[in-house]
């Protein structure tokens, strides 16, 4: 906690299991236990966001709400995912949370492979 309060950010995209420990640190979260505040399309968008079940809603939410560090579980399929998205920078891991900052400039969402078979140069 002591890394992401010293960024100093008001966009951070958390964890559901983090929000009570954020709010008890006084930062502001992305999502939390009082899911009947966030409605359940809301609740949903994020949990396939974060299992990448649907990694669209990943990009997605990361660009509609100009998220500018993420706090997730370390195991988790999206902190994996960020872990080789340019413009991503893992900033602190352990073995139980991870933070990614997001560099200026850096785009939301993974270019799509060039395919280099023969057929297609």
Request: proline share 5%; glycine share 8%; net charge negative.
């Amino acid at each position: 906690m002591a890394e992401l309060k010293k960024l100093n950010l008001s966009r951070v995209f958390n964890d559901y299991d983090f929000g009570g420990y954020l709010i008890a640190s006084g930062v502001p979260t992305f999502i939390d236990g009082r899911t009947e505040l966030f409605g359940e399309k809301f609740f949903v968008d994020h949990n396939d966001a974060s299992g990448l079940m649907q990694p669209e809603n990943l990009f997605r939410l990361l660009d509609e709400y100009k998220i500018e560090a993420t706090l997730m579980r370390t195991q988790s399929a999206a902190t994996k995912l960020l872990d080789h998205i340019d413009g991503w920078q893992k900033i602190y891991s352990d073995g139980t949370a991870t933070i990614h900052l997001r560099k200026p400039g850096a785009p939301h969402t993974r270019e799509p492979a060039v395919d280099a078979t023969p057929a297609n140069r």
